[in-house]
């Protein structure tokens, strides 16, 4: 089935969950923030919600740091 | 043969810059954060964004929320990521290890705003965190022609204002 990733279209197997993607796409899952179709996954449910044909994703790594 | 390229630096207007230090000043004592966007290194919007971190005062973390919408502004306008900015309420402006160890956008300049002086110390970094290379670039104040200052300004996002 055809994803889009950030705007570039993708194919991924059926039922691909979003941490498999991201192991894909090898990104660490605990640096990223991750949109499906225009709402937030919460990162405990990475492993657990399951792309579909035609979903949009957007994943971006965090932006962060400080003084110390 | 030609030498090494020499790292972009940032060129920003007054204007903008001064957005940017306003924003870090009225975060202050926490740190404060945004994104710079635009072309070619040449800033074109300022973003103020929330930062989210738990321990404000020593990290900042911009809201994921905003980030995506900054993002998709971004693509939508055809514009890049130029740079991203936060401030040091009380330390001097260069990169500590945790800006180094978060430093995922080598595309872009990170700006640090220093508030431990009398005035506001700007400085401007591209940042390889695989290299752990810290490499300071310049921050190019522009002047405003009328073109350019009609197409620039700034965007304060509220929290969870959209």
């Not at chain 1, 179709?37 to 979903?55: A, C, M, Q, Y």
């Not at chain 2, 972009?8 to 004592?29: A, M, N």
């Not at chain 2, 401030?87 to 290890?97: C, L, R, V």
């Amino acid at each position: 089935m055809d994803i889009s990733v950030n705007g570039s279209q993708r194919a991924v197997a059926a039922g691909q969950t979003v941490a498999g993607l991201l192991a894909e796409l090898e990104m660490n899952p605990d640096v990223v923030n991750v949109q499906l179709n225009g709402e937030i996954v919460p990162r405990s449910r990475f492993g657990e919600v399951s792309l579909k044909d035609g979903d949009q994703v957007e994943i971006l790594m965090f932006m962060g740091g400080g003084a110390r | 043969m030609t030498g090494p390229q020499r790292p972009e630096g940032l060129r920003i207007s007054q204007t903008l810059l001064d957005t940017v230090i306003e924003h870090c000043r009225r975060g202050y004592p926490d740190e404060a954060c945004g994104i710079v966007t635009g072309f070619s290194g040449k800033a074109r919007r300022v973003y103020c964004l929330t930062n989210v971190a738990p321990d404000k005062s020593r990290r900042y973390l911009i809201d994921a929320r905003e980030q995506f919408r900054v993002f998709r502004e971004m693509r939508e306008a055809g514009e890049e990521l130029v740079a991203i900015f936060h401030s040091h309420p009380a330390t001097a402006a260069y990169p500590s290890q945790t800006d180094v160890d978060l430093a995922f956008y080598p595309q872009a300049a990170y700006v640090i705003v220093s508030l431990a002086g009398s005035r506001p110390d700007v400085r401007a970094y591209r940042i390889d965190r695989e290299r752990r290379s810290v490499v300071p670039v310049a921050v190019i104040v522009e002047s405003e022609s009328p073109d350019v200052r009609k197409d620039e300004h700034s965007r304060r996002t509220e929290p969870g204002g959209y």
